[in-house]
């Protein structure tokens, strides 16, 4: 079909209102006409797209309220009952038609009497404690050195000797020989396991440093006299938000499971944590009406350390930028 041409006479109107100069604006010119884009607004949007993460994070929120808020204002008393040998080893039923019905004698009692589902509330906030400063502390050592570590050459072989000589030797040796070599305490615990913790993640970070090392960018950086520090720390890192989030996912419950099995062989603190209680439950383990005490932190400690691997992987998923387009 082809196409009519307007003759501009006939409408009518003069050069003036036919053209009308535009003036020059320098500030117009710059603006930029993309939607504008926020990455931890992206981060959160896909997060949030999952429905279950919902799920995750409500049990998430349940466990930290019960972790440290219940404790707090209920209270722990481990030796409420101590001369009451009645009490003793209660199913939650007994306990429950002994003490009335109360939220604290729901898993039955311990060997003293104590409300079980009131200790291991009480051991999960220390257990919870002690792996998020143990993650936390080797977390920033780990990434800090493997930037550096993934960027210098020199740096690069000096820490692969380290890195061998740590690696050969049983990281539960080496906790084992300090904790029994100080006192059992709350801090000689998060020394041990900080001592050699950070040695892995640095050597992660340091094979994605390797990655994207020599990108344009990063070769155009360091032609331009940027430190190698400033570069690794600018320029390497926020590409990599979303890998560390996710050995962040791991390194938390994973410090959960090494405390437990340290106190499940003799090797923990004296405080009431998840794995002292497991410890102590052992006989209730094969006895029959006690298997709420043994179980019980057992159960405990698996549900959390599957909530946090669950929500830390989804936020490491939403941390990718190639699924903010999506």
């Not at 938390?252 to 004296?270: A, D, K, M, Q, R």
Request: charged letters at 15%.
């Amino acid at each position: 079909m082809e196409e009519k041409l307007v003759d501009l006479s006939d409408l009518g109107l003069s050069e003036e209102e036919l053209f009308s100069p535009i003036p020059m604006d320098a500030a117009s010119m710059e603006k930029i006409t993309a939607p504008r884009y926020s990455y931890w607004q992206s981060v959160f949007r896909v997060f949030f797209r999952k429905k279950i993460n919902y799920v995750v994070l409500g049990a998430l929120l349940l466990v930290f309220i019960f972790a440290y808020i219940y404790p707090s204002v209920h209270g722990y008393d481990e030796y409420i009952n101590i001369l009451d040998t009645s009490a003793n080893h209660l199913t939650p039923q007994k306990a429950i038609e002994k003490f009335g019905f109360n939220i604290s004698w729901i898993f039955g009692t311990g060997n003293a009497g104590q409300s079980t589902f009131d200790a291991i509330w009480y051991g999960a906030r220390i257990s919870i404690t002690l792996a998020a400063i143990c993650a936390a502390i080797n977390l920033t050592i780990g990434v800090l050195l493997g930037c550096v570590w993934g960027f210098s050459k020199r740096v690069d072989v000096v820490m692969n000797e380290v890195k061998n000589i740590i690696g050969n030797v049983p990281s539960t040796l080496i906790i084992s020989v300090l904790v029994l070599a100080f006192s059992a305490s709350f801090w000689t615990l998060v020394f041990a396991m900080c001592i050699t913790g950070w040695v892995g993640v640095a050597y992660s970070i340091r094979t994605q440093v390797i990655i994207i090392r020599d990108r344009e960018y990063n070769l155009a950086s360091k032609c331009l006299g940027t430190s190698t520090f400033k570069i690794a720390i600018r320029n390497i890192l926020p590409f990599m938000t979303s890998f560390i989030v996710t050995m962040a996912a791991t390194e938390i419950p994973g410090y959960i499971s090494t405390e437990v099995f340290l106190s499940y062989i003799g090797l923990g603190i004296n405080d009431t944590t998840l794995g002292k209680l497991i410890y102590n439950a052992q006989s209730a383990m094969v006895t029959p009406g006690w298997g709420w005490e043994f179980w019980s932190p057992v159960m405990l400690s698996a549900f959390i350390s599957i909530v946090l691997f669950v929500v830390g992987q989804n936020i490491g998923d939403a941390a990718d930028p190639r699924t903010h387009n999506i």
